[in-house]
């Protein structure tokens, strides 16, 4: 049997045995919050199957579970803290954008390797069946798999992409594969054609020249006896997709390539009392405004907050925002704010009509997972991308940030709100989505 059909079965047996438990590692010192939260998640998936799961994560973990094991990296939390403090202020060049998250990368697993809690993690003489690993910026932890002498297992928040594709030999046509930054569908412009392909190149030539020799160079600094990394580099057989087909362009991927895109979603739970008082007494519906765990609204221009509270004051229905102040000057009586929103459980709601998002992938799941239309204001990273999709299939209207004007902004609530092709078309999606 092949390695590639060991590691399957593998996977197979984890995530379906009630018999048997193993012991798996989670890598994931990615300094991004909403993907703490979906490792969490995987983690609880695995651990509810009987597994031992030690799960590594920048973000603290309070609950307790018999089964999982948190090892909490400071020094990487603190990495986001200086390197994205406002992404309103942060500018993306695509040409470049991969080097400068490469270079954060690089800092941040060194920063991972000296941890206090993951030396005392490596130095306990753990045996691990598993190593997963979420290997975008973070290389070097390819490693592990080695240092662990356990099959590997690729986790990608995203779909198929520049991180994911060298390390499994998936081919990525730049012909009509757009690359994350760009915002752009598989159906390009000449042009666009010839701007994605100097993207792919400077993709290229960063993977090749700066992030793998400096990987390697990290990890043989504090493992003198490890290999070079191209003997482990590409061991991985398996990946899974923090996506969807149904939302997503037509791509190749290899057998090993899984979707599991939703798995993140949670059954609802029943809204605090005062939320659903809120949401009871909104008798004409509620908008939900959230722009995600990362990127928040309270670091918005006050002047941009303005225009977008003078909009909502002219709508009949409730607005629910996440909001990370104590206060919000100028509220109008239909709005509310709360510092943390459990954003699962309100689209879950009858009552909600609309959720305005950042389009992260993981917002984009769940309004696509309830049957929500959305107006997307994209900021940052694949958010462009992921609005560009969700406006083509029709469940959504999408405002850059950089675009933004309150006369467009007011104009698509409108348009979302008042043409049910829009609800349509997110409910069919709900029905094409792959479980």
């Not at 701007?195 to 992030?211: A, P, Q, R």
């Not at 899984?258 to 939320?275: A, F, M, T």
């Not at 907050?305 to 909001?323: A, D, G, M, P």
């Not at 239309?373 to 958010?383: G, R």
Request: aromatic share 12%.
């Amino acid at each position: 049997m092949s390695f590639r059909n060991v590691l399957v079965l593998l996977f197979v047996v984890l995530v379906s045995s009630q018999s048997q438990c193993y012991n798996i590692l989670g890598l994931f010192n990615i300094p991004s919050k909403s993907l703490h939260l979906a490792a969490i998640t995987l983690a609880k998936i695995l651990a509810g199957k009987g597994h031992n799961v030690t799960i590594v994560t920048p973000y603290t973990y309070s609950e307790k579970h018999e089964n999982i094991n948190h090892i909490f990296l400071k020094e990487s939390a603190e990495v986001n803290e200086r390197t994205f403090t406002n992404f309103f202020e942060f500018e993306v060049n695509p040409y470049m954008i991969f080097h400068q998250l490469e270079v954060v990368g690089v800092e941040n697993c060194r920063l991972t390797f000296q941890d206090t809690a993951f030396q005392r993690l490596l130095q306990s003489n753990s045996k691990f069946d598993l190593v997963i690993v979420d290997p975008y910026m973070s290389l070097s932890l390819l490693y592990f798999s080695e240092h662990f002498n356990a099959p590997i297992l690729l986790y990608s928040s995203f779909d198929a992409s520049y991180s994911i594709n060298p390390l499994v030999g998936n081919p990525s046509p730049p012909s009509y594969i757009p690359n994350l930054f760009l915002k752009y569908s598989s159906d390009m412009s000449f042009f666009q054609r010839l701007d994605n392909c100097f993207v792919y190149l400077m993709n290229e030539i960063t993977l090749n020249y700066y992030s793998i020799p400096n990987h390697n160079k990290l990890v043989k600094e504090f493992f003198p006896e490890a290999p070079d990394i191209s003997e482990y580099l590409y061991k991985a057989t398996l990946v899974l997709l923090n996506s969807d087909v149904s939302i997503m362009n037509p791509m190749p991927k290899t057998p090993g390539m899984v979707h599991i895109g939703g798995y993140h979603v949670s059954r609802p739970k029943p809204l605090p009392q005062e939320l659903e008082n809120v949401m009871n007494n909104a008798k004409d519906g509620v908008i939900l405004f959230s722009l995600g765990s990362n990127i928040k609204s309270s670091q918005m221009p006050k002047s941009r907050v303005q225009e977008i509270l003078q909009v909502f004051s002219r709508l009949k229905e409730t607005v629910i925002w996440k909001w990370e102040d104590e206060n919000l000057p100028g509220k109008p009586a239909n709005v509310i704010v709360r510092k943390w929103l459990p954003q699962n459980d309100i689209l879950a709601h009858n009552k909600t009509k609309l959720f305005i998002t950042h389009g992260g992938q993981h917002s984009i799941l769940e309004t696509v997972h309830y049957g929500v239309p959305c107006v997307s204001i994209s900021v940052f990273m694949d958010q462009g991308a992921n609005s560009y999709r969700a406006a083509n299939l029709g469940y959504a209207e999408w405002i850059p940030y950089d675009d933004f004007t309150s006369e467009k902004f007011e104009s698509a609530i409108n348009k979302t709100l008042n043409d049910p092709r829009y609800s349509e078309m997110a409910k069919k999606t709900v029905k094409n989505i792959t479980r």
